[in-house]
C-alpha cells in the first residue's frame, strides 16, 4: 500500500473559476465642476435673426487627485514616567453631534461644505450669473454650526470689457477662485470633524475610544505625541466645454455655424477648451485615525549606582548568552565528527 498524499482534485481544470481581476493602478482623483455665463455680442453676419446676443456658458473640471498623507496639528501629547502607565480617551465630536441618518464620509462631508462654500460666496457676488456644480446629491443635517468663513468679494461676469471677460472666463483666475473656496471647506470639514484625546473619562464613555499608554524604560521618560492623518489633494482646473444657449437647450459650440463660432472665439480671445492650469495648491483633507508618535527622553532619569546596576545586568545576559552560542557551537563539532553520543552538560565554572 502506497502511502503517498494525492493531491486534491476538486473536478480538474473544467471546474476551476475565471481568473482574478487585476489590480489597477493606485490613482485617486475626484471631481467639481462649475458653470460661468456670459453675454456674447453678435451682428447680421451670424444669420441669427432677430438676437442681438448670445448667452454662452464655460464648464470648468476641477480636479483634485490624491499626492499622499501627511502629518496634521498636534490633538494632544502627554509624558510618562518610568514604569508609568495611563488611560486616554479619544472623543469623536462628529459621531457625538449627529445622528446616525446624517452622517456621512469625509469625502461626502467636503462635497456637502464645497457646495455650501460656493453658493454662499457666489450669492454675495450680484453680477456673477455663475454658478457652482459639485458633484454630490448628499446634503449633511448634522453640521454641528460650523462657520464656514464667508467674506463678500465684489465683482461682475456680463460686462462687455475685453479684459473683463478675459479674467472672468480666465482659467487661471477660475482656478484660484476656487482654490479658496476648497480651502475654506477644507477647513470646515476639519472642525466639525474634531477629534479630542484626554485623559480624563466623561460620563459618556460608551461613545469614546480607550487606549492604554506604558512605558516600560526604566530609566527615560517617554512623550507621546498624538496627531491628526490628512490626505493632501492636488488641484488641477480644465476647461471641457463651451456652450450656448439656444431656446431651452445648450449647444456645444463646435456644432454651430461658422460665423458663430467666429463671434464667440472673438469674445471669449484665449479661452479654448483643454486649456488647464494647476496652480500648485494642495488640500488637506482630515482622516478617521490618529497617529500616536513616542519619543524617548534624552536624559536618565535614575540615579548612578542604578545606572551601574543595569549596566552590570546587560553584561551578565550578554556573557550567559556567548555560554550559549559557544556551547551550541561545541555541539555542532561533535555533531560533524560523528559523535552521536548523548551531549554531557558543560562542567561548571571552578571556583575561586
Known sequence: MSNEIKPCDCGGPECMGPEPVPWLSWKHC?????????????GNETGIAGRERLIIRVKYDHELCLLG??????????????????????????RRSTSATTRFSVRTSFFDMTQKVADAYHSSKADAGGSMS????????????????????GGGS???SNSKTSAYFDVANV????????????????????????TFEESESGQSTARTLRNDNLCHAVTYYIRRVFEVYELSTKIVGIE????????????????????IRDYLK???IGSRHTPGVEIALPTDGLL???????????????????????????????????EAERRQKLLDAGKLDPFEPAPPPAGP
Not at 190 to 197: A, K, L, M, P, T
Not at 255 to 260: G, N, V, Y
Not at 312 to 319: F, G, V
Open 134 to 153: 459639485a458633484s454630490s446629491s448628499a446634503h449633511s443635517e448634522g453640521g454641528g454650526g460650523v462657520n464656514l468663513g464667508i467674506i463678500s468679494i
Open 69 to 94: 498623507r501627511k502629518q496634521g496639528p498636534i490633538v494632544h501629547s502627554l509624558t510618562l514616567l518610568p514604569k508609568e502607565e495611563l488611560r486616554v480617551y479619544e472623543y469623536d465630536r462628529y
Open 292 to 326: 500616536y508618535e513616542a519619543e524617548l527622553a534624552h536624559c536618565c532619569s535614575c540615579d548612578c549606582e542604578s545606572q551601574v546596576q543595569l549596566e552590570l545586568e546587560q553584561e551578565r545576559l550578554r556573557i550567559e548568552n556567548l555560554n550559549l552560542s559557544l
Open 30 to 42: 475626484f471631481h467639481f465642476y462649475e458653470l460661468r455665463q456670459g453675454v456674447v455680442p453678435i
Open 244 to 263: 450656448i444657449r439656444i431656446g431651452d437647450e445648450w449647444i456645444e459650440v463646435e456644432a454651430l455655424p461658422d460665423a458663430i463660432k467666429k463671434a
Open 158 to 160: 456680463s460686462s462687455s
Open 270 to 272: 484665449k479661452i479654448e
Open 175 to 198: 482656478s484660484s477662485s476656487f482654490s479658496h473656496v476648497a480651502h475654506t471647506s477644507s477647513l470646515a470639514v476639519e472642525s466639525e470633524r474634531s477629534i479630542v484625546v484626554s
